[in-house]
């Protein structure tokens, strides 16, 4: 089994509907992470925890919302989706918060397309 | 200016031979430096760490330059299974990690 699951994988919606990406883990990493990534672009960070009470904005959270439900959960948002939030998101784990050991953990991604 | 940038690519490169590519980066207070490789479509995952001495795994050698602010990474006796895009990650600030865009390497039987 995958240590880092996306539900769903694809996903395509209409502009001002709320979409939810989920995100679970088995790892038993305190720190997750939500990226989007586009064409031509490196991987832009969303939205970041680093345990269940500590949330932060990353470079891009206009326009998303997370939630993290336990330690092996966190959920992304789109509240009101429009098409330029089509991209390909990732959902990250680490098992340390700096330095040379923060190896980050992926999930498959969620492709998603907004109309 | 990228606070981390890549050439795109993509670099062909015939099965056996040696292929290098760089990476260079803003932020002269960066301290973890690391390479990953993204399959198409695929996530990316950990190919190396990039210490400051240099770093060797296997057929990959990894270097940093502080002072040119740039990190090097060497792939030698290329197999076709190498053919991936190389993502450079640079620490940034508040603990989060600054993305290339990625170099795309293509190995040619």
């Known amino acids: 089994d995958a240590d880092v699951t996306q539900t769903p994988r694809n996903r395509i919606t209409k502009t001002g509907k709320r979409i939810m990406l989920e995100c679970s883990q088995t790892?038993?990493?305190?720190?997750m992470y939500w990226y989007r990534q586009d064409p031509g672009l490196g991987l832009r960070l969303i939205y970041y925890?680093?345990?269940?009470?500590d949330i932060n904005k990353g470079e891009i959270s206009d326009g998303y919302s997370v939630s993290r439900q336990a330690q092996a959960k966190f959920s992304l948002s789109l509240e009101s989706a429009i098409p330029n939030q089509t991209a390909l998101y990732f959902c990250?784990?680490?098992?340390w918060g700096w330095g040379r050991k923060d190896t980050q953990y992926f999930g498959p991604g969620t492709r998603l397309t907004v109309l | 200016r990228k606070e981390v940038e890549q050439d795109p690519g993509p670099f062909n490169v015939p099965e056996g031979a040696t292929v290098a590519f760089n990476c260079t980066y803003s932020n002269s207070a960066s301290q973890s430096f690391f390479w990953y490789r993204q399959d198409c479509r695929k996530e990316p995952k950990l190919l190396m760490s990039v210490y400051s001495s240099g770093n060797e795994d296997g057929r990959f050698t990894a270097q940093l330059n502080r002072a040119s602010q740039y990190i090097s990474l060497l792939i030698r006796d290329s197999k076709l299974s190498d053919s991936a895009t190389y993502l450079c990650v640079v620490s940034g600030s508040n603990y989060q990690l600054i993305w290339g865009a990625g170099t795309k390497l293509i190995i040619k039987p």
């Open positions: 790892k038993g990493h305190d720190r």
């Open positions: 990250a784990t680490s098992d």
């Open positions: 925890s680093f345990d269940v009470k």
